[in-house]
């Protein structure tokens, strides 16, 4: 390995609050009661979807920072991101608070990608109260990525499910929660997958990388981890993820889970799964962080991937590379 | 003032290495003898100019490694950002490469974000070695954000001109080169400006922000500094900005300029200058940074500003946002 990709934090960060809100298609799946909010539609009572999207993040900030027990005058910075072109999602909710804002993109890795930013800002004594949030809007995503919703377009079997909701976290120098032990940025991987419906296939090699360069950097095994969570590799792209580490001589076993293949009930008729930056920002700050205050979790990798396309590099012939940031978060 | 966002430097990370690289028209403007690098024409030997713009990046990277006196190899991190949808400039730039990528979007503001992320992680411990870059593309930006080209648009008075052109740097813990000494993130700040021809008006409100709030953090007057620099306000946006700090008691004078403002000729007809992250990031990385080393520059506040819209939200009737995020650089 030609680099150490890894950033040890020193003072390790907590995560002193969590937020998740989700639609009602996300609501009804199988993490439906570790949600903090369900909307009842999808419009959360605007007149677009890229509006409700907008609120949304609006309501995790001000739910995780409520979480917390601070208040917004608490908050150094707020890092975050969305799939929409130009981020105008998380600029335009950083637009109702008063703290400054670092706008980030790394596709649906952007919750792990503003955490591990954030992390950096408060284990190197910058800031005393960090906001990561990110989030996803099945119907702003579906139209400007792929087809307007009213053709009712027929979707493929690799095809995945864009989650309507968004997660926020608060990173902290004080206070009680889990803690950050190590950052892992990721590099940009292609392996010349150009179907822009096999999302999870594409991810897959970049999740594969930054794993390997992760276990080697902080010599661990998969066994020192009670769960290593991927973002939305999905149904396919995770058993391509297992099929990727084997052919390392690394058995994933059942310590491994992908979000977006756990999110919805098979009934869902979502095909390969989840997916979208809200999909795994809504379980990590739900459902993984409430086991770890249960003590049920102990040690989580967590790996959120991201395909770094536009309608444009696909229109253009260009391929699709990912890229896979991670985070160790330990009780 | 109710929040401190100047975050300070310990170690003072140092600018080891810089370069610029333009299109032709830029070359001809007045910073043309300062750039590594001027473009016969603006598509680079490529077929699209989304092609072009991506050749740019990356060799931007390259020929900063190099003038570093470094090899691809020393380089931890990749902190960068672009204006086109998804970033895909900087992405599929970065996938040229063997580091880490950590995708930021500011818009106009990209080349401070990504310097003042780039800063963190060098004087925190993290990194020895991170490359900071962003660009754009006159003919891109245009027909992503405005109008087809072939559609020979009239271009309003406030209008500017999108740099065709990509600046980096390497920021480092060793060698020679003008240190940071504090960065300050900027508030997403909104006047209600809905012209999306005039930019530089709703970014001057950002600016004005981020420099009271700086000037107030590092109890520094404008005198302090040789040249306090904005990024692509153009003539009007940094007229407005002369005049918001005039009502705040704070006289600009002859230490202030704007990238945008300064960046062409007259006879060159780009109305209100230049603008587009490409802008401050390209006379940053050469003019800026030989007058350092000529000794003529000792002390430089740097403060691009970025107009947070998309189409959608522009076409949604929202008004636009700026954000403004500043650098001091001392010799």
Redesign the interface.
Known sequence: M??E?T?IMKRKPRIIGNYAIVGPKEGQGNFGKYFDYVMKNDYFGES?F??AERKMLESAISGVISNAKLSP?DI??MVG?D??????SS??A??AF??????????CSTMA?SM??GS??I?????NNVVCCTGSHFSTAER?YRFPLELGNQRPPTSQWTITGAGACVLSMNGDGPKISSV???????WGINDVNDMGAAMAAAARDTLLNHLENTKTKVGDYDLILTGDLGKLGSEILIDLMDEEGIDLGVNYGDCGQMYFKREQGTLCGGSGAGCCATIFNSYVMKKFREGKLKKVLFMPTGA??????SQ?G?TV?G?CHAIVVES
Chains 1, 2 share one sequence.
């Open positions: 030609e680099r990709q950033l677009t890229e509006k005058k150094d910075i991101g799939l929409l072109n130009q981020i105008i600029s335009y950083a637009r008063e703290f400054p804002f670092v706008g980030v993109y790394g596709a990608e591990a930013i950096v800002l284990d190197g004594g910058y800031c400007q892992t940025f990721g590099k940009v991987v292609d770094l396309l536009s309608t444009t590099s253009q260009d590379p890229v």
